[in-house]
């Protein structure tokens, strides 16, 4: 299984990034998925979380009305539409695939594969 996440740079206050995630060597429509983000000095924490099924996404507080996942199970790839962007984005964003209890909960020890983080810096 590999996730390989992609998109992230350098963006002033204010600007957009949209961040990918393409997956291969699993049924991607079988799984929940997510994008979670690790900050310096502080723990990974999950910004947006989608059922299998796409219904009805979970985004943190800090994110809600700012940031869009999508997913494209054609091409085995999700997205992170991010708009809006504040100095406190600025992270390494991953994203993520598993069978978690409950999608909503988006919680990061639930999740059961992992792509590679890319670098958001946000500059104000």
């Known amino acids: 299984v590999q996730l390989q996440a992609s998109g992230g740079g350098l963006v002033q206050d204010g600007g957009s990034l949209r961040l990918s995630c393409a997956a291969s060597?699993?049924?991607?429509?079988?799984?929940?998925m997510g994008w979670f983000r690790q900050a310096p000095g502080k723990e990974r924490e999950g910004v947006s979380c989608v059922h299998r099924r796409g219904i009805a996404p979970y985004y943190s507080d800090s994110v809600k009305g700012r940031f869009t996942f999508s997913r494209d199970d054609g091409k085995d790839a999700v997205y992170l539409q991010m708009n809006a962007l504040e100095p406190e984005d600025t992270a390494i964003y991953y994203c993520?695939?598993?069978?978690?209890?409950?999608?909503?909960?988006?919680?990061?020890?639930?999740?059961?594969?992992w792509g590679t983080g890319t670098l958001v810096t946000v500059s104000s």
């Open positions: 060597g699993l049924t991607f429509s079988t799984y929940d």
């Open positions: 993520a695939i598993g069978n978690p209890f409950y999608y909503a909960n988006c919680k990061a020890d639930e999740m059961d594969y």
